[in-house]
């Protein structure tokens, strides 16, 4: 099963630790996972596992299509 996680940025907040943390959980126990920001990364994408893929669109805000 493949998953793609999808969040704005890794900056320090709660939902992107929950995103840290399931995602890191989720490759341990075998999943096909990888990450999508939508901004940048941040602080918290050294959490991740190295071997997890991060992706990045790079929009220049949050709200811009």
Do not use: C, W
Request: avoid cysteine; charge should be positive; charged fraction near 20%.
């Amino acid at each position: 099963m493949k998953i793609l996680q999808v969040i704005d940025t890794l900056d320090i907040g709660g939902a992107e630790r929950v995103l840290i943390n399931i995602t890191n959980l989720l490759y341990k126990n075998g999943m096909d996972v990888s990450v999508l920001t939508t901004v940048a990364n941040g602080p918290l994408s050294k959490d991740l596992n190295s071997k997890i893929k991060i992706n990045t669109i790079k929009k220049n805000h949050l709200f811009t299509i």
